[in-house]
């Protein structure tokens, strides 16, 4: 690792041995060259330094195996000398190196029992090592760790080298990246360091930025509010509105002219008799507006008042068509609503969480869709949480065991799991479905098992070996490094703690912070699932995920508290709670229907009840908000547009809100007309001023009842 010549008692062959035997160190750490730089150091010194013996001392010998070195004999175990801090700083280089194929860190491997969490650089070593534990080994090295001032015996210099710290660069060895070393990912800082000094700014004992934020919202407020009043005050006249009346109906202009002159005279104030629509209703004489020419309209005035004026026109002569041919128009309305009614066998149901929640034009559901089409889905997953009923903490190996390492628990657990694997089974055309039909399977054909994460795959979910067994150490020899080939699954991979255990976590803790798995008081069982982008190839997944609910939800042990999911949860428990409220949209209907008799009608006239009540009206009015509910579903099915839950929840309420408020207000501007031209007219000159009146009260509060719906 410097210029000049190299001073080594190996040869090129050698040379080419060690790098060879430290390949699978090189596959897992070169992504962090700093690390693979400083952990070869001991290695390549043990094998190739000239000054071996003032570190080494060979403890074992056995016979030589090689045919041409016959009669000597090999070297079987060393002492090796090596200072504490260099170890350390070896392993303080390579701690945070991560393994993408497993997620997790590369010391969970190195470290044997000891895993990522309760590694350090002599438990690194020591196992590194270690010859019964390390199949990777080939000779039993015993590490003896030096702090200055230690008596070695005579001859002996521990080895300690200089170590490349994983943030730095040197140049024949680059730095780790921000993903395998902390101290290499840049600094950001928690507080607003206004000054450069390092100390947060802070207003009246907070923090400065949230202070100066909520001041300055105050203040916008406050301005607001201020102007709102200005404005307000200043148009209190409503000028607007006379001008407006004034240009609809010249003869109501000139008396309500009249009328204001007749008030200054008598100088009290008056109130006048304006309809429901007219902002004058019920204000004193001193608050009528303005009147003022039509010369001293503005530009803006003008369309407005023409817009107004065109628009109520409209609805009138509407109206008053509609009245003039009632029944001819019910048919129509009948036949239209009854044709989109039709539609609805073609309406398309989404239910899929996927579907509502994410736009299809969206960049992130775009590239979910591309990869899912070119590498099919993320797999499906079913799900079990359990919880032990009657079961504690205990002690074992000094350490505290959360109560599902009780061994009378794992076995109930592992029959319910067995069960679930290869009990449950559905139907589908005729073929028997099983979970070893649909599940994931990573290493087939090599390896056909199921991959389940469980920690009863600890004991490769066999029974026998979990009853004889010391289920505590066990499980946590597994945890520490469930790379061990004791503790790998039977699909051949590894059993995921933060996977399979729950209730772990401390309060305020994150799973990079190390979590004692140990205290978990919560089992989870995970079954991955195949998925595709072809939606019929989900039929026996969909299938078998029924089966599965449909049991969990009928098992019962009182030793066993129990919940579960699976991929199709979601869209089963959308679907359920859409028919749910069916009752309610019923009732809520049947009560509208009430309210609407009793508001609108009277009952001071027995032998008029059906009439004065208004039944028909009522009824009428919820049977059209309820067939213009089905005839817009019935359009989107026609056109292919899928439909949402929200149809059935929302849309039925809120169109029978707004629907009965309009009734309300369409008979109310009716009954406030005057009727008095209706007297003494009948036949068709009654029905007829009866369709103008009709048409004057459509006029009236159309616009409105059409810009609120």
Same mark, same amino acid.
């Given at each position: 690792?410097?210029?000049?010549?190299?001073?080594?008692?190996?040869?090129?062959?050698?040379?080419?041995?060690?790098?060879?035997?430290?390949?699978?160190?090189?596959?897992?750490?070169?992504?962090?060259?700093?690390?693979?730089?400083?952990?070869?150091?001991?290695?390549?010194?043990?094998?190739?330094?000239?000054?071996?013996?003032?570190?080494?001392?060979?403890?074992?010998?056995?016979?030589?195996?090689?045919?041409?070195?016959?009669?000597?004999?090999?070297?079987?175990?060393?002492?090796?000398?090596?200072?504490?801090?260099?170890?350390?700083?070896?392993?303080?280089?390579?701690?945070?190196?991560?393994?993408?194929?497993?997620?997790?860190?590369?010391?969970?491997?190195?470290?044997?029992?000891?895993?990522?969490?309760?590694?350090?650089?002599?438990?690194?070593?020591?196992?590194?090592?270690?010859?019964?534990?390390?199949?990777?080994?080939?000779?039993?090295?015993?590490?003896?760790?030096?702090?200055?001032?230690?008596?070695?015996?005579?001859?002996?210099?521990?080895?300690?080298?200089?170590?490349?710290?994983?943030?730095?660069?040197?140049?024949?060895?680059?730095?780790?990246?921000?993903?395998?070393?902390?101290?290499?990912?840049?600094?950001?800082?928690?507080?607003?360091?206004?000054?450069?000094?390092?100390?947060?700014?802070?207003?009246?004992?907070?923090?400065?930025?949230?202070?100066?934020?909520?001041?300055?919202?105050?203040?916008?407020?406050?301005?607001?509010?201020?102007?709102?009043?200005?404005?307000?005050?200043?148009?209190?006249?409503?000028?607007?509105?006379?001008?407006?009346?004034?240009?609809?109906?010249?003869?109501?202009?000139?008396?309500?002219?009249?009328?204001?002159?007749?008030?200054?005279?008598?100088?009290?104030? %008056?109130?006048?008799?304006? =309809? /429901? &629509?007219?902002?004058?209703?019920? *204000?004193? #004489?001193?608050?009528?507006?303005?009147? @003022?020419?039509?010369?001293?309209?503005?530009?803006?005035?003008?369309?407005?008042?023409?817009?107004?004026?065109?628009?109520?026109?409209?609805?009138?002569?509407?109206?008053?068509?509609?009245?003039?041919?009632?029944?001819?128009?019910?048919?129509?309305?009948?036949?239209?609503?009854?044709?989109?009614?039709?539609?609805?066998?073609?309406?398309?149901?989404?239910?899929?969480?996927?579907?509502?929640?994410?736009?299809?034009?969206?960049?992130?559901?775009? %590239?979910?869709?591309?990869? =899912? /089409? &070119?590498?099919?889905?993320?797999? *499906?997953? #079913?799900?079990?949480?359990?919880?032990? @009923?009657?079961?504690?903490?205990?002690?074992?190996?000094?350490?505290?065991?959360?109560?599902?390492?009780?061994?009378?628990?794992?076995?109930?657990?592992?029959?319910?799991?067995?069960?679930?694997?290869?009990?449950?089974?559905?139907?589908?055309?005729?073929?028997?479905?099983?979970?070893?039909?649909?599940?994931?399977?990573?290493?087939?054909?090599?390896?056909?098992?199921?991959?389940?994460?469980?920690?009863?795959?600890?004991?490769?979910?066999?029974?026998?070996?979990?009853?004889?067994?010391?289920?505590?150490?066990?499980?946590?020899?597994?945890?520490?490094?469930?790379?061990?080939?004791?503790?790998?699954?039977?699909?051949?991979?590894?059993?995921?703690?933060?996977?399979?255990?729950?209730?772990?976590?401390?309060?305020?803790?994150?799973?990079?912070?190390?979590?004692?798995?140990?205290?978990?008081?919560?089992?989870?069982?995970?079954?991955?699932?195949?998925?595709?982008?072809?939606?019929?190839?989900?039929?026996?997944?969909?299938?078998?995920?029924?089966?599965?609910?449909?049991?969990?939800?009928?098992?019962?042990?009182?030793?066993?508290?129990?919940?579960?999911?699976?991929?199709?949860?979601?869209?089963?428990?959308?679907?359920?709670?859409?028919?749910?409220?069916?009752?309610?949209?019923?009732?809520?209907?049947?009560?509208?229907?009430?309210?609407?008799?009793?508001?609108?009608?009277?009952?001071?006239?027995?032998?008029?009840?059906?009439?004065?009540?208004?039944?028909?009206?009522?009824?009428?009015?919820?049977?059209?908000?309820?067939?213009?509910?089905?005839?817009?579903?019935?359009?989107?099915?026609?056109?292919?547009?899928?439909?949402?839950?929200?149809?059935?929840?929302?849309?039925?309420?809120?169109?029978?809100?707004?629907?009965?408020?309009?009734?309300?207000?369409?008979?109310?501007?009716?009954?406030?007309?005057?009727?008095?031209?209706?007297?003494?007219?009948?036949?068709?000159?009654?029905?007829?001023?009866?369709?103008?009146?009709?048409?004057?009260?459509?006029?009236?509060?159309?616009?409105?009842?059409?810009?609120?719906?």
């Amino acid at each position: 690792y410097g210029s000049g010549p190299v001073e080594t008692c190996c040869n090129a062959e050698q040379v080419l041995s060690l790098s060879n035997s430290l390949n699978l160190m090189k596959m897992l750490l070169a992504r962090c060259p700093a690390c693979m730089r400083n952990i070869r150091l001991p290695f390549c010194y043990m094998t190739c330094s000239p000054m071996q013996t003032t570190f080494l001392q060979p403890t074992e010998y056995a016979p030589a195996t090689f045919t041409h070195q016959a009669g000597k004999h090999m070297v079987r175990g060393i002492d090796f000398y090596i200072s504490r801090s260099f170890v350390n700083d070896i392993y303080g280089s390579c701690r945070d190196v991560v393994n993408p194929s497993t997620n997790g860190r590369v010391m969970e491997m190195f470290c044997g029992k000891w895993g990522a969490a309760q590694c350090s650089g002599e438990r690194l070593f020591d196992y590194l090592g270690d010859y019964s534990a390390n199949e990777h080994t080939p000779l039993h090295i015993n590490y003896h760790y030096s702090d200055p001032g230690d008596i070695f015996p005579q001859g002996i210099v521990p080895l300690d080298k200089t170590v490349q710290h994983c943030s730095n660069k040197l140049p024949t060895s680059l730095a780790c990246t921000c993903a395998d070393c902390q101290l290499s990912c840049p600094l950001i800082r928690y507080t607003w360091d206004a000054d450069g000094t390092g100390d947060p700014w802070l207003m009246f004992g907070y923090d400065g930025l949230a202070v100066a934020m909520c001041l300055t919202a105050i203040l916008c407020n406050a301005i607001f509010l201020v102007l709102f009043a200005y404005c307000h005050r200043r148009n209190k006249k409503y000028k607007a509105v006379m001008v407006e009346r004034s240009l609809r109906n010249h003869e109501e202009f000139r008396s309500a002219f009249a009328t204001r002159i007749a008030q200054m005279n008598q100088n009290k104030p %008056q109130f006048t008799g304006e =309809d /429901e &629509n007219s902002l004058l209703n019920g *204000r004193p #004489a001193e608050d009528l507006p303005v009147c @003022v020419t039509r010369d001293e309209l503005t530009v803006c005035d003008r369309i407005t008042s023409w817009t107004q004026t065109t628009v109520d026109d409209i609805f009138e002569k509407w109206g008053t068509f509609c009245a003039t041919h009632p029944w001819k128009m019910i048919a129509l309305g009948l036949s239209v609503a009854s044709s989109l009614c039709v539609g609805i066998i073609y309406l398309q149901m989404t239910t899929d969480p996927v579907e509502l929640w994410a736009s299809a034009n969206s960049k992130s559901r775009m %590239q979910k869709d591309y990869y =899912d /089409e &070119n590498f099919e889905p993320f797999y *499906r997953t #079913a799900q079990i949480f359990i919880r032990p @009923v009657g079961y504690s903490s205990f002690e074992s190996n000094n350490l505290t065991f959360g109560p599902v390492f009780n061994k009378s628990f794992l076995q109930e657990v592992l029959q319910l799991q067995n069960y679930i694997e290869h009990e449950i089974s559905a139907k589908v055309d005729e073929e028997t479905i099983k979970l070893d039909n649909i599940c994931n399977k990573p290493l087939s054909p090599d390896n056909t098992n199921c991959n389940i994460q469980s920690i009863l795959n600890y004991w490769q979910n066999d029974e026998a070996l979990l009853n004889s067994s010391d289920a505590p150490s066990h499980a946590q020899k597994c945890i520490n490094n469930r790379y061990f080939p004791e503790c790998l699954g039977t699909y051949g991979g590894p059993v995921l703690p933060h996977v399979a255990l729950g209730g772990f976590l401390a309060e305020d803790q994150a799973l990079s912070e190390e979590p004692d798995y140990f205290i978990a008081d919560t089992l989870v069982i995970t079954f991955p699932i195949d998925n595709f982008f072809n939606k019929t190839k989900l039929a026996p997944a969909l299938a078998w995920e029924n089966e599965f609910n449909e049991y969990l939800l009928e098992y019962d042990n009182p030793s066993l508290d129990i919940a579960f999911r699976s991929e199709r949860s979601i869209e089963d428990e959308l679907e359920r709670m859409s028919k749910s409220d069916i009752p309610t949209i019923i009732v809520s209907y049947v009560i509208m229907f009430i309210y609407i008799a009793l508001a609108l009608g009277r009952t001071d006239q027995p032998s008029k009840l059906l009439l004065s009540t208004k039944v028909t009206l009522g009824l009428g009015g919820v049977l059209i908000v309820l067939l213009s509910v089905f005839a817009a579903v019935g359009f989107y099915g026609y056109v292919g547009v899928p439909c949402t839950m929200l149809i059935i929840e929302v849309i039925p309420f809120l169109v029978l809100a707004v629907g009965v408020d309009n009734i309300f207000i369409l008979v109310e501007s009716y009954a406030s007309l005057d009727k008095s031209e209706l007297r003494g007219l009948t036949g068709v000159m009654r029905d007829r001023k009866r369709a103008q009146l009709l048409g004057r009260a459509v006029g009236d509060v159309g616009p409105s009842m059409l810009l609120s719906s």
